[in-house]
């Protein structure tokens, strides 16, 4: 059974930083389609980052592109999300998701099978 777990959310001022982890247990990341969504109070669940099998392939949504990093640890079978420069429009919950066999929309929260429960990120101005 594949399991999510993210971790690594909280409150932030403007500018800040947060490290959003994502642990995977029942099945090893590798040969996955991994990304990070998030989901804004009243809003619908957008993609954030993905990341490819082979890990050296990497897509961002164009509100975070220079500023959040998506990397992964096959050793610690984990998946994390690197988060600079933060501002107030990056509030939300913030969710993983994994799929093995992967159609290439990488954006589309619907080519995944796998998701965590999501970590509250908040920042503040």
């Known amino acids: 059974q594949v399991q999510l777990a993210e971790s690594g959310g909280g409150s932030v001022e403007v500018g800040g930083s947060l490290t959003l982890s994502c642990k995977v247990s029942g099945v090893s990341i590798y040969g996955y389609t991994m990304a990070w969504f998030r989901q804004a109070a009243g809003k619908g669940r957008e993609a954030v980052a993905a990341i490819d099998t082979s890990g050296t392939s990497t897509d961002y949504t164009d509100s975070v592109k220079g500023r959040f990093t998506i990397v992964r640890d096959v050793a610690k079978n984990t998946l994390f999300l690197q988060m600079n420069s933060l501002k107030p429009e990056d509030t939300g919950i913030y969710y993983c998701?994994?799929?093995?066999?992967?159609?290439?929309?990488?954006?589309?929260?619907?080519?995944?099978?796998?998701w965590g429960q999501g970590t509250q990120v908040t920042v503040s101005s």
């Open positions: 998701a994994s799929e093995l066999v992967y159609g290439g929309k990488w954006w589309d929260r619907n080519e995944y099978s796998y």
